[in-house]
């Protein structure tokens, strides 16, 4: 097989999973030691559905995404006198929802995500990735993932509420931050790269739709070369990002350099505030992507525990 990503053919021809390969059960294990308290964050966004009331958009999102759906099973509409009456009398509701995890949801991209050329992830044919789902590296081949995570919490580095646009966070950011904390990714990891973005919607929506701040391309090379099975943050897109776009061309794509050359995965849109305000850096991660069989993605609840 030719090599054309670092860990292409790592952990055999037919692999589908990529990094998530790392989370050994001796990984699992040492991810223990960082339980110190026992306490539960959750990282993920509420799901709002674009419903009459427009709830929708008070969550961050980006701009030309479809909006979740969210509405009652029975008539699609208000269901306050809807509800399906039973013996004794007894109500039942039922709900539906429509999700386009990506820029819309705290998700999980899937390997199958991106591709160049005409192959993804380990030279599977991209051919396989068709309307009716992806057959080769789908999020339903992921699994539940349960490591060590490492927060960079750049607003806190930095001494500021947000991280702005104009900032760059790059591999020599990281590397400071990680050792002021004393926490360095090592392998096996979750890397979650806090910038504040989501705080800058309630000020300004169509700011925060505008520019975003987030990795560079050396950045999230330094995180791959410390073999993390995945890199979250907080803003739409885990590198930094226009309204013309993604900043970098496709020599310098993070997508294509985390999903499609390492395998590595994506966690986009989370929501971190609580976990920055613990003031812990490292934590148990726990993360379970939904098994959308051929999904290029799965609306997720990561979990904190400190």
């Known amino acids: 097989m030719t090599r054309t990503g670092e860990n292409w053919g790592r952990w055999g021809g037919d692999d589908e999973r990529g990094a998530a390969n790392l989370v050994t ?19 993920a966004m509420p799901i709002n559905g674009a419903t009459s009331n427009g709830s929708s958009q008070r969550v961050p999102h980006m701009a030309g995404r479809p909006l979740p759906q969210h509405f009652m099973a029975m008539d699609g509409g208000d269901y306050a006198a809807g509800a399906r009456t039973m013996d004794g009398g007894r109500a039942i509701a039922d709900d539906a929802i429509i999700v386009s995890p990506h820029g819309t949801t705290t998700h999980m991209d899937a390997l199958s995500h991106m591709w160049r050329g005409d192959v993804l992830y380990n030279a599977h044919p991209a051919n396989r990735v068709r ?6 590296c789908g999020i339903d081949k992921v699994g539940p993932i349960v490591t060590r995570g490492v927060l960079f919490d750049i607003p806190a580095h930095l001494g500021v509420p947000y991280v702005d646009p104009s900032v760059v966070i790059d591999a020599e950011m990281l590397e400071a931050c990680a050792a002021r904390t004393g926490m360095a990714p090592r392998p096996g990891d979750v890397a979650l790269v806090r910038t504040g973005w989501p705080l800058v919607w309630n000020e300004d929506p169509k700011r925060y739709q505008s520019d975003q701040p987030g990795l560079t391309y050396d950045a999230a090379l330094w995180l791959v070369q410390r073999e993390v099975v995945a890199i979250g943050s907080d803003n739409g897109s885990v590198g930094r990002y226009s309204e013309q776009g993604f900043l970098d061309g496709p020599d310098e794509d993070v997508h294509i350099l985390t999903l499609w050359r390492h395998g590595v995965y994506l966690l986009e849109l989370m929501w971190l505030e609580e976990l920055a305000a613990s003031g ?10 939904l098994a959308i069989e051929g999904g290029t993605a799965s609306p997720v609840t990561p979990v904190a525990v400190l």
């Open 131 to 136: 309307s009716y789902g992806a057959t080769r």
């Open 280 to 289: 812990r850096s490292d934590f148990l991660f726990m993360v379970a992507p």
């Open 25 to 43: 059960p001796d990984v699992v294990l040492n991810a223990a030691s960082a339980l110190r308290e026992g306490r539960v964050i959750s990282l």
